[in-house]
C-alpha cells in the first residue's frame, strides 16, 4: 500500500507525539517493506508527475511515525552541493554527539504532519554525529553531517519521541538571534 499525503498522521492525531520503539537489525520483513515504503514516498514525492498522480507532498524526509508505526525508522533524502542527493534510510538513529553551536533554516521548518505555519527559528545542533543502523548498506554505521542535512536528520529523528519542530521555537521571541546561531538558506 502506497503512502500519499492523505495517510500521514496529522498533528492532531495525539498518536504523533508518542514516543517510539527501537527495532531489531537486520530488519524483519515487515520492517524492511516499511522502510521500502518510506524510501519510495520521499522518492517518488520529488518527482512532479507522480507527486501528481498519487497526491504526495513533496518531501526531504519522514519518519515511521508519521505513517502511524511507532518504531525507531526514518527517511531522509536533501540534495547536495554536488552530485547525486544524500539518501538515509536508518533505523535507531541515535544522535551521539553535537556541537554546543547551534544552527536553524533562515526560513523556519516545515513539516508533513503539521498543516499549520509555525513561523520562527528551530533550533537545532549545527553538528552531530549519529549512531545507526543503515537499511540500504545492512550495516551499523556512524554519521557526521552538518547544514541541511542535519538539521532534516534532527528533525526526522525527533518524530521518534514524539517532538515536532515547533516545540523548538521560542514562543516569546520566534526569530530570536542568539549569539552564534548559524543561519542556513
Ligand atoms: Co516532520
Same mark, same amino acid.
Given at each position: $500500500? ?5 495517510? =500521514? ?28 515504503? $518510506? ?35 526514518? $527517511? ?18 541515535? =544522535? ?90
Amino acid at each position: $500500500m502506497r503512502i500519499t499525503y492523505d495517510t =500521514i498522521l496529522k498533528d492532531t492525531d495525539p498518536r504523533l507525539r508518542n514516543s517510539s520503539q527501537p527495532i531489531k537489525t537486520p530488519l524483519s520483513a515487515k520492517h524492511l517493506a516499511l522502510a521500502k515504503r $518510506m524510501l519510495r514516498y520521499v522518492k517518488d514525492s520529488r518527482e512532479e508527475e507522480k507527486a501528481e498522480k498519487y497526491n504526495l507532498r513533496p518531501a526531504v524526509g519522514l519518519a515511521a511515525p508519521q505513517v502511524g508505526e511507532f518504531v525507531h525508522i526514518i $527517511m531522509v533524502m536533501v540534495d547536495q552541493e554536488e552530485g547525486e542527493p544524500a539518501v538515509y534510510l536508518l533505523a535507531n538513529p541515535k =544522535i551521539i554527539a553535537h556541537s554546543i553551536q547551534n544552527s536553524t533554516l533562515a526560513t523556519g521548518e516545515g513539516c508533513l504532519s503539521v498543516e499549520e505555519p509555525h513561523p520562527g527559528y528551530v533550533l537545532r545542533h549545527a553538528r552531530i554525529t549519529v549512531r545507526a543502523y543503515d537499511i540500504l548498506d545492512q550495516k551499523d554505521v556512524i554519521i557526521k553531517e552538518d547544514g541541511y542535512a542535519a538539521v532534516v536528520l534532527q528533525h526526522e529523528i525527533d518524530h521518534l519521541h514524539g517532538v515536532l519542530f515547533y516545540d523548538r521555537i521560542n514562543k516569546t521571541n520566534p526569530w530570536e538571534q542568539t549569539p552564534n546561531l548559524i543561519l542556513i538558506d
